[in-house]
């Protein structure tokens, strides 16, 4: 059992402690690493303290624990998935790469046993997001100067956990975090006055996709020339709110043919789906060829093509 990264309204060392603290069932099962999740909750709960407050940090109760100033660290040159939209769909975990670049002062360790820094996605305001997305792996860092690290990590989404509903296929903003314990091992009782921590907001981002999937059948086959061919399809995607596939309804859609010996498709005519997100035209039967729906896609919900359906025209 996994249990979400949140960040409850609770004040003082409590604040801290049940945030910082990986429990024992993120330790067993955990979607990402313990560790992960840990030092995310540390870096939202430090940035909160009045006594690290800086220009975006997020703000709560006072903290009975002193926490030091901000580290003298920043991310910049932030990509996940390549730039693309994430595309998700209903039962898998999606994985998608993200590269960093980290420069910091000489006398912060970033590869320090007890350094952990990564990047992460939210959507909603910085200090209160609606949901987050955290990587399930340790970020790899390869230090290219003195005071320069390029990183590689990914952001996991889980479906049936990480994601709230149908509102998650939109725009995320992308922040960076990052946590030293300075000997502290986050197990119990930490001193946080040692604690270190960076907060960046303003990184970059990408947009969220509900997976789609597009089928196509023509009939009869094989159909005598002249004749009437049926072509029928169904438009569907994704859906976070059940985890299942429903039809896309009232999108247009293009029908389309390829005449055999070609490897050009060209477009019939545009049909829109109906209520159930179902598609169904007729044509007439000329010559051999293969016939698909091809969804152009939306904001909300990636293109979607269906593989050719051959029919022999008699």
Known sequence: ????????AVSGALALSALV???????????????????????????????AAKTGARSAAPAAEPI??????????????GGKPIVVGTTYTKRVATTFTVTHAADVDIFASDFALDVSLYRGSFDFPTN???GDVV?????VSAKVATCKGNIAIEPGFDLI??????????????????????????DFSKIGFALQDNLGGSSLQRASKQTVNASPEPVKKGKTLTV??????????????????????????RKKGSSTYTTVKTVKTNNKGDLK???KATVDGYWRYSFAGTSTTPAATATGDYVDVK
């Open 1 to 8: 059992m996994r249990t979400r990264a949140t960040v409850a």
């Open 21 to 51: 603290l990986p429990s024992a069932a993120q330790a067993d099962g955990a979607h990402g690493s313990a560790d992960s999740a840990a030092v995310a909750r540390a870096a939202q709960a430090a940035a909160a303290a009045p006594s």
């Open 68 to 81: 030091p100033g901000q580290l003298d660290l920043t991310f910049s040159k932030f990509t996940v998935n």
């Open 132 to 134: 987050e997305l955290y």
């Open 139 to 143: 970020p790899v860092c390869k230090a």
């Open 165 to 190: 509903g149908n509102a998650d296929a939109t725009k995320w903003k992308a922040m960076g975090f990052a946590v030293d314990y300075n000997g502290q091992d986050g197990l119990e009782n930490p």
């Open 232 to 257: 029928t399809g169904w438009l569907s995607r994704a859906n976070f709110d059940d985890l299942k596939y429903h039809g896309y309804t009232v999108q247009p859609v293009k029908l389309q043919f």
């Open 281 to 283: 035209t007729t044509v």
